[in-house]
């Protein structure tokens, strides 16, 4: 890809040559899988009537944790080179808590959704440290809501 962007009017960006273009998620948003992780604040917010456009929710989102091997395909076949995802929490710790015990599923999701993006050759925000520790996915379980 070109260093160089057009952004408007004639008005160029230059960016340095070694300079990485991705693509970037937050897990609420595509996840998808509810019922397969704890709650969030998230789905406390969607539960009340009127926070959200058309009462949409979380609930499959674009299936992304179903479907991540089709996603990761679509990311190679448009030439992604990094993706900087971030983490539920809730789908790693249902409880809110490490002493009540790791969702062994939810590990095995992050686990081959990294090891599919390395094999297609595309840069995990593992390895690129741009993984978001915190994305407003807190647990339930530790907040007031």
């Known amino acids: 890809m070109d260093n160089k962007v ?59 944790y179903h ?22 929490w809730p789908r790693l710790f249902p409880k809110g808590r490490v002493e009540d015990g790791v969702n062994e599923k939810g590990r095995q999701f992050y686990d081959g959704l990294i090891d599919c993006l390395i094999r297609n050759g595309i840069k995990p925000g593992l390895l690129t440290q741009l993984i978001f520790l915190f994305s407003f996915s807190l647990f339930c379980s530790l907040s007031p809501l």
Request: charged share 25%; glycine share 12%.
């Open 6 to 64: 057009e952004v408007q009017d004639g008005i160029t960006l230059k960016f340095p040559k070694n300079f990485e273009w991705g693509t970037a998620t937050a897990a609420f948003q595509i996840e998808g899988g509810v019922s397969e992780r704890g709650r969030c604040i998230w789905d406390a917010f969607c539960d009340v009537s009127g926070n959200v456009d058309n009462g949409d929710d979380g609930t499959v989102a674009c299936d992304h």
């Open 67 to 88: 479907r991540y091997e089709e996603d990761v395909a679509l990311m190679k076949q448009l030439g992604v080179k990094n993706y900087r995802f971030s983490l539920s």
